[in-house]
């Protein structure tokens, strides 16, 4: 009777492929192991940007409803079941996701969970290897090749910049100054990606870096240098985008059509009597300023007349 095969971490192919790109740009192109980490970053987060345009168009059409679902929650907020159905078929009937902002954040979690798994083996390997030393060192220390790190196998091999280790968690000052680094990038690109979003949508993006910092601080520090850099690359390319004339998100502004809309429809009556008044207004100031013009003319005109008289007089005289 045969036996499976116990299958292998379905992240593997995932996993090597990364590696690879990671020794290529460690070997091949000189940079150390923290710059290929963010190089790496750069790659992934660029072959992500078509996903990224759509991830603006989702927001751009959350934007244009937003007075529509403001009027639907406002109308069943006794009842949140009715409204969660009401919303929900609201966006059928307008064909819009409202996660689809968060499209990018998710597909990009088998790439953290890959190098997740790449920083505690695989990379080990190539960086204070091989295999059978850090085997060796782990056993000597009591730990396994997956929770020692490379600085006690051989020390300075995986420094990078204030990172003693990028292949086992930070501690102390250094820990402090990630998270700091981490919270305070993935808060600014958040505020920066939720402009457009729904409320509840804005709450869940500026919670994420909060409920992740219990988890990723006993995560290897290259793993935070990672996510660092992709906050870094969010906020950098939400900027160019919302500056480029041709970007889908120009149109963002015209979401706010509601405000805007209302603003110009109170700017319209406001015209309408300047109009009126433009109106009205001139046989008024003709009828009062020909009175005036009149009665002054009348006192005006009493002194040419003897002038004129005396002329005549003189005149009859000859």
Not at 18 to 31: M, N, P, R
Not at 79 to 92: A, H, I, P, T, V
Not at 103 to 109: D, I, S
Request: glycine share 6%; with cysteine; net charge positive.
């Amino acid at each position: 009777m045969t036996t499976l095969p116990i299958a292998a971490n379905p992240l593997q192919p995932l996993i090597d492929a990364f590696d690879w790109v990671l020794v290529g740009f460690h070997d091949t192109v000189g940079l150390s192991w923290g710059m290929s980490i963010i190089a790496l970053t750069v790659v992934v987060r660029t072959l992500l940007i078509p996903l990224t345009l759509k991830q603006f168009k989702s927001m751009q059409s959350l934007q244009r409803l937003a007075p529509e679902i403001k009027a639907l929650q406002e109308k069943y907020k006794d009842d949140k079941q009715r409204q969660q159905q009401e919303m929900m078929k609201f966006y059928q009937e307008n064909k819009v996701n409202p996660f689809g902002s968060c499209l990018p954040l998710v597909l990009q979690m088998p790439v953290f969970f890959s190098l997740f798994y790449m920083l505690r083996k695989d990379l080990k390997i190539d960086i204070c290897g091989p295999e059978a030393v850090i085997a060796a060192k782990a056993h000597e220390v009591g730990k396994t090749i997956t929770t020692i790190g490379c600085q006690e196998v051989k020390p300075g091999s995986a420094t990078f910049g204030f990172i003693p280790d990028l292949t086992f968690h930070a501690t102390g000052g250094v820990l402090i100054v990630l998270l700091v680094l981490y919270v305070g990038s993935q808060l600014l690109s958040s505020v920066l990606m939720s402009v457009t979003a729904d409320r509840n949508q804005r709450f869940i993006m500026i919670a994420l870096p909060f409920v992740f910092v219990p988890f990723i601080q006993s995560f290897p520090a290259g793993l935070l240098v990672y996510w660092i850099t992709t906050n870094l690359w969010t906020v950098g390319q939400q900027y160019l985008i919302r500056r480029s004339a041709g970007m889908p998100v120009r149109g963002a502004p015209a979401a706010a059509g509601a405000p805007a809309g209302a603003a110009a429809a109170v700017a319209a009556p406001k015209a309408k009597p300047e109009k009126r008044s433009k109106e009205k207004d001139p046989p008024a100031a003709e009828n009062g300023k020909g009175k005036d013009a009149a009665s002054a003319s009348r006192r005006a005109t009493p002194p040419p007349p003897p002038r004129q008289r005396k002329k005549k007089k003189t005149g009859r005289r000859r």
